[in-house]
């Protein structure tokens, strides 16, 4: 099929875009987290197209994106005071809640389990289809399953043209890593996925919230993730990648001596100790690093470099970057 680039600052292909979903088919569209692959959520066979086109494992269940809080009483069995307290803070943002599902949402969508994912998106562009559509979408990240999440137009294009419809360019995510991911069918409420709503902040309007295990380590084989999403090696690039702890200068000596076409992934501050090595952001700037950092693990491939270390900031400002960049990493790390 041929990929349609339509422009969200467009009215018109605003329009073309809901049409498009309308009819059951796929679009690629800008949140404020990264690009989601959208398609009607109450439809399976649009459904059924997002995995085909992403090739993602059916065992994953997707979020399904509202446009209004009201949706929750159509697509969740029962609505916990907690669920309207995180709405009441968190949306339209980077926060996505596990619910106890309702009939309607089908199969497709959540793989079979008993809860549904719901995020209320911020991004003015999606808000505009999802209202322009009337509709539920189902969308995972907008990448070929295993690849990093994409924050442009052209990482979407890079691993999807020909596969969608459609791709709605809004321009770079303001976040750049996906939604915060919080189970509030368990008690008590368990964080599945770190995002841009951080632990301290879920804390503060919940009380005792629990870590899932997949967050901050490797799962065995015969352990279940809450979130089955997290099983699976993630926004990996192509060449192996390797974390790499202990002071800059020691770090520096340690990749010298392996002698293998190797590129250093770091931050601004530590760019004078690295070369060749890629900036995802600046330790000052947390929110910079998870800007920056799909992009970065993107560039680093298209450098052709045969493996990769990432330097990996400390603390819990960080948790979504460090996620990420274990997951990247098959959780390898060397402590120089
Ligand atoms: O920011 C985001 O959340 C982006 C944008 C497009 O909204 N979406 C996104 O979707 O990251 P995806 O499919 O790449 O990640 C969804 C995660 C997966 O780890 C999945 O397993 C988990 O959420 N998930 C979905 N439904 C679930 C459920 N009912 N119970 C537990 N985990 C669920
Ligand atoms: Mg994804």
């Not at 086109?53 to 949706?71: C, M, S, T, Y």
């Not at 990996?236 to 770090?251: E, F, N, Q, T, Y």
């Not at 000596?253 to 600046?282: I, M, N, T, W």
Request: hydrophobic share 45%.
């Amino acid at each position: 099929m041929r990929t349609k680039l339509l422009d969200a600052a467009n009215p018109a292909d605003i329009a073309e875009t809901a049409r498009i979903l309308c009819a059951g088919g796929l679009a690629a569209i800008p949140t404020e987290t990264v690009y989601g692959l959208a398609a009607n959520a109450l439809k399976p066979a649009a459904v059924h197209k997002i995995f085909a086109a992403k090739g993602r494992p059916g065992d994953n269940p997707l979020i399904v994106h509202i446009a209004e809080v009201a949706a929750l009483d159509v697509l969740c069995a029962d609505v916990p005071d907690t669920a309207r307290l995180l709405a009441r803070r968190f949306w339209p943002g980077p926060l996505t809640m596990v619910l106890p599902r309702a009939p309607v949402v089908p199969d497709a969508v959540t793989a079979g389990l008993s809860s549904v994912a719901v995020r209320f998106p911020a991004n003015p562009a999606a808000r505009a289809v999802l209202e322009a559509s009337v509709l539920f979408w189902a969308a995972p990240s907008a990448n070929r399953s295993g690849s990093p999440s994409p924050t442009t137009a052209a990482h979407v294009l890079h691993d999807l043209d020909g596969r969608v419809d459609a791709v709605l360019d809004g321009g770079p995510c303001d976040w750049g890593v996906e939604s915060t991911v919080v189970d509030l069918t368990a008690a008590p409420p368990r964080l599945l996925r770190p995002g841009g709503i951080t632990l301290e902040q879920l804390r503060e309007a919940l009380g005792p919230v629990a870590v899932d295990p997949a967050v901050v380590g490797e799962l065995a084989p015969e352990q279940a993730p809450r979130a089955p999403g997290m099983k699976y090696r993630h926004y990996a690039p192509r060449a192996p990648v390797m974390i790499l702890k202990g002071s800059p200068d020691k770090a520096s000596a340690y990749v010298h001596a392996q002698k293998k076409r190797a590129c250093v992934l770091c931050f601004d501050e530590e760019l004078p100790f690295f070369e060749p090595a890629l900036s995802y952001g600046a330790l000052a700037d947390p929110r910079s690093l998870m800007r920056g950092l799909v992009d970065a693990l993107r560039r680093a491939d298209a450098l052709g470099c045969d493996s990769i270390y990432a330097r990996c900031p400390e603390g819990d400002a960080y948790a979504a970057v460090q996620n990420r960049l274990y997951k990247a990493a098959g959780f390898r790390v060397t402590d120089v």
